[in-house]
Nanobody, 123 residues
């Protein structure tokens, strides 16, 4: 059974940084893409970033380009999201997800999801 567990969320001040981690277990395939999505109260789940299994195909949502960095460590089955220059608008529950194949920006393309971790950015 596939399980994704996010960690690293918390409360930070505007302009600060935070790094999220997501560890996957129970995978039966190695060539996968991992992604990050976020959902703020009253809003739709938004694409943040995605990365292919080799780490060479990377995509970011427009709202986080230049500020966030996604990476992965296949030996640990873990994907990371380094968040810099955080803004109050970044406040949301952040979810990691995984799918077989190439990275995608649409949530419907992903097979498994974590429970999410709260990120709160104070002004």
């Amino acid at each position: 059974q596939v399980q994704l567990v996010e960690s690293g969320g918390g409360l930070v001040q505007a302009g600060g940084s935070l790094r999220l981690s997501c560890a996957a277990s129970g995978l039966t395939y190695s060539r996968n893409a991992m992604g990050w999505f976020r959902q703020a109260p009253g809003k739709e789940r938004e694409f943040v970033a995605a990365i292919g299994w080799s780490g060479t195909s990377i995509y970011y949502g427009d709202s986080v380009k230049g500020r966030f960095i996604i990476s992965r460590d296949n030996a640990k089955n873990t994907v990371y999201l380094q968040m810099n220059s955080l803004k109050p608008d970044d406040t949301a529950v952040y979810y990691c997800a995984i799918r077989a194949g190439n990275p995608k920006s649409t949530r419907y393309e992903y097979d498994y999801w974590g429970q999410g971790t709260q990120v709160t950015v104070s002004s």
